[in-house]
């Protein structure tokens, strides 16, 4: 699979199925990470790779209660040594080309896993202190976010995207970029248009988990209900066999 073939089939992957990742391929996406490109090549940054159970599950419930992410079998969090980019370059590196770096290696080894077949998922939405004690990173340090890693188990559709000529532009800015056709409005429905397909997923999903939940909560009373309808049948279907007899 080439760069751009992986760049194109990358997906954020939430259901994994339940087998293990092979060491070899952690360790390539690792190295892809190590090769990401940093601020005055700092490389201020560490992967702390989990594949305990019970660590998995603190750090789900850490990342807003995203429970799906205990059936990825490898968790790697990725910690950002801000005193190191603070020596270096200040507040602005510790504000921001920490988080700039760390962002870079994570999209390189996302772009790696999906090369060896796996499917992987950044999930940014952390409590930090409580990520952080549960891998035990010490002072200068922060988790900047959590990569899942594992087998994937639904194969998603690419997300809706902006096409190309409205986010680009040449040797003008963004203002003058409007004088072509590319207007205000023009981006403003699409807009529109993402917020109402996203809308539309989170309805069908949660109409999925809504009938799913009524069939299990039914479930045993329809089970009662086709037992009655079979007895109230026997005693009609004995009457027939009776008047069939005579």
């Given amino acids: 699979m080439d760069v ?4 194109r089939n990358r997906r954020s992957i939430r259901k994994y199925l339940d087998l293990p990742v092979e060491w070899d391929k952690v360790g390539s996406v690792l190295e892809a990470g190590r090769l990401a490109p940093s601020s005055g090549n700092l490389q201020a940054w560490k992967f702390v790779v989990v594949r305990d159970l019970k660590k998995r599950k603190d750090l789900a419930e850490a990342a807003a ?9 490898v968790h790697i969090v990725i910690v ?11 507040d ?4 921001l080309y920490m988080i700039q770096d760390c962002a870079m290696a994570a999209m390189q ?8 077949g796996l499917g992987s998922c950044f999930v940014s939405a952390i409590n930090e202190e409580r990520v952080g004690s549960t891998i035990l990173i010490r002072g200068g ?14 194969t998603p559709k690419m997300p809706l995207r902006y096409r190309l000529e409205n986010i680009s532009y040449l040797e003008v800015d963004a203002g003058l970029a409007y004088v072509h056709g590319y207007t205000p409005g023009r981006i403003a429905d699409f807009d529109d248009s993402v917020s109402n397909w996203r809308f539309a997923q989170r309805g069908i999903s949660y109409v999925k988990q809504a009938v ?4 299990k909560a039914t479930k045993e009373k329809r ?3 086709l037992q009655k309808l079979v007895e109230k049948a026997k005693p009609k279907e004995k009457q027939k066999e009776e008047k069939h007899r005579k």
């Fill in 92 to 95: 602005r590196g510790k504000d």
């Fill in 80 to 90: 950002g040594v801000f005193n190191k980019h603070q020596r270096f370059f200040g």
């Fill in 65 to 73: 209660q995203q429970f799906w992410m205990e059936q990825a079998p």
């Fill in 141 to 154: 340090a922060r988790p900047m976010g959590i990569l899942t890693l594992g087998y994937a188990a639904e």
């Fill in 109 to 116: 080894m996302m772009i790696a896993a999906t090369a060896l």
């Fill in 212 to 215: 799913e939940d009524i069939d």
């Fill in 4 to 7: 751009f073939e992986a760049i």
């Fill in 223 to 225: 089970k009662g209900l």
